[in-house]
Every structure is written in C-alpha cells, then in structure tokens.
C-alpha cells in the first residue's frame, strides 16, 4: 500500500453452528472498534450467483452479487473475498476485517487465500464457532451436505460429520457459544479432547477479538493437520468421554485391516490417524473418521522411503515429528490411530487392531513376502475412474 500504510489484518470465523457464528461476529464488531464483516452467502449459489454483505457494528455498509465459477461457489468465493479484502484496506477505515464463512466453507481452503497475498492484507486468526451441546450430533451426522442444503458446489460430496470435524481441527481458536445452559460437562469434555491445540475462548466474554488479533501461521496449521504431524488427541477419560491412543510398529496384514474397517469405524465418534500396510510399505496412509463414514488416502510416502536428498523439501514440523519417534529398522513408518467418544469401549478396538496386525511367523517373513500378499485396498486407494 502507498505510503507504508500498515496491512489490514483479516481473521476467519467458521463455524456449521451458523446462529452461534453470527453471534460472535455481532461480538467481535463490537468489540474491536473500526471492525467490519465481509460474508458471502452460498444460499443462493443454486441460482448462478453468490451474495456478498459487507457490515459494521451499525449495520449493513454494502452489498453485491459475485457470478458463479466453474459452477462452485467456493470458487466464487475466492475469485471475490480478496479484491473486496483489498478494497477495505485502501480506505483505511477498518482496523479489523472479519471474513465471516459460509456454514459448510473450511476454513483450510480460505486462509491460502488470504495467506498469499500479503500486502496489503495480514491473516492473524482463525476461529471455528461452536456451541458444545451441538457437538455429538454434528459429529455423529452422516447426511451428505447435499441433502441438508449445505453444500458449497453440485458436485460436493462431503457429510456433514467430516466436514464439522475439518472446521474443529483446523484452527488455533475454538469460540465456545453456550446457548441457555443445555451444554452439559460430558459436551464440553468432547470438545476439549478434539480440539488439543485450540485456544477455547468463550464467546461473550469479549475476548474474541483480542484472541483473533494475535497473529496466524497457516504453514503450522496445515502441519497441525497433516497426517504425517498431525496434532493428534491424547489419552484422555473425563466425565464419560474418552479418547483411546493405539500406537504400533508392525505393519497391519491387508485382508484383515479391511475385514474389520466397518466395525472399527462405528467404534468411536471420530477417529483419526495414520497408519501402513504391509503390502504397500513406502505409503503413509491416512485414517479419517466421522459420522460412521471412512476416509483412507494415500498421504505421500514415508520419510524413511524417501532419499536423504528429499528430507530438505519435507517440511521442518515434520522433520520434528519424525525424529521423536524414529525406528531404528522401519523409520518413521508406525501405526497411530486415535478414538474419541463418549461411553468409548476402548477394548473393542484394541483388541481389534491387534488382531490386525501381522503375526510373528508373518512379520519374519520379510518385507518381499509382504509385498505379496493381497492389495485389497486398491479399490480404496487407486480406484479406477
């Protein structure tokens, strides 16, 4: 910006819990002044267009329609928040631009957005708003958004329980919205052990603001949640939730992991990890669970799989990661998965996850008969199109 104007700083609020995130944006307006909300509305992008409403504390400062891209209204989306970003930055007017997401927008297709623009705009926050008495239903959802009205494109195909889990995970700041008391402890213990790394701040208690202004590193954010260094919940049983850590060296033996992914995926709320086959030795694969749905995709190969020349393009947290819990014969490659529920029957699932594993005779046959035994998960992993 001309001059040396300082950059807008800009913050994102997401949040499925759409009358508890209007609530803590009316908040933040109030509360920091010079404060102003840019919303785009996806209501009615079946329509061929999405609504953009720029407001302040007073009310509505401006409104318009932004044309559909690509028939996707994230697209749209992004194509619009950063010139409108960049025109309320060059009046000077505003200390604070809240970029209040649609219901079912991620905030993690949002902050590169923003991210990579630097001047004349700086991401110093991102907060998912949520109202723990929501929490187990939302997680426990297998609707397609599709079949709620909420999805964000024709051809989006995600449920309502991954897409609540991605918003929650993702963040540095989880906004707490009570409404009239129903949340209960058990609730907010659910909320706790999902969120490990988030800095809960009760909406209401005028901290939002400040919190959303304290600055966002969005390449620690994606290491939070990348299955190679993600942040992942820690054993935890408190008043009735539990979170059941399973953590193994030897690879799992194909046919019998995917016997067992239906029950294993009913066994809590929401699991998540990472985790390799026998068959496939090199492959980091990923383990993602909600709402009685699986998703396993291939993240990459393992750092152990790759050439020492490679590890400087790797990213340094997980680098970190890497090196607390290095093997000395398989590297990196390990089994970890996590379970959180409340009323979790851990011993289901452990006794299940054991039973998938090689067995001693198999584990000493060597990787060469490893690699033979049946690829089962190639209909998951390589599907054909």
Known sequence: MSGGRARLPVAIVAGLHADARRAAVDEILRAVPGAVALHHDLTSAVDGSVHRTVR?????LDSGDAPLVNDCACCALREDLVPELTRLAETGAHRLAVVELWDSVEPHGMTPVIASEGAPLALTGVATV????????????????????????????????????????????IAVVEDDGIA????????????????????????????LLAGFDPEAATARVHPACALLPQECDEHGVSTFVWRHERPFHPQRLYAALEDLTCAAARSRGRFWLAD????????????GALCVESAGPWLAALPDAAWEMVPAERRVA????????????????????????????????DSCLLTDDEYAAGRNRWEQLPHVFDDLLDPVS
């Not at 239903?137 to 609707?143: A, E, I, K, S, V």
Request: no cysteine; aromatic share 6%.
């Open 280 to 291: 496939r030795p090199d492959t980091l694969l990923s383990w993602d669970a909600a709402g």
């Open 184 to 211: 209960d402890d058990g609730d907010r213990a659910l909320l706790a052990q999902l969120t490990p790394g988030a800095r809960k701040v009760t909406a209401g208690s005028g901290a939002l603001g400040t919190a």
């Open 322 to 353: 890497t090196s607390v819990d290095w093997h000395p014969e398989h590297g990196d490659r390990r089994q970890y998965l996590t379970f959180t529920a409340p009323g979790l029957d851990r011993d289901n699932p452990h006794a299940l996850l």
């Open 56 to 60: 302040d504390a007073d009310g509505l």
């Open 130 to 173: 949520v109202d723990p008495a929501l929490v187990l239903p939302y997680l426990t959802n297998g609707d397609d958004l599709a079949d709620v009205g909420l999805a964000a494109a024709p051809a989006d195909r995600r449920t309502v329980a991954d897409t609540f889990a991605r918003q929650l995970e993702y963040p540095t700041v």
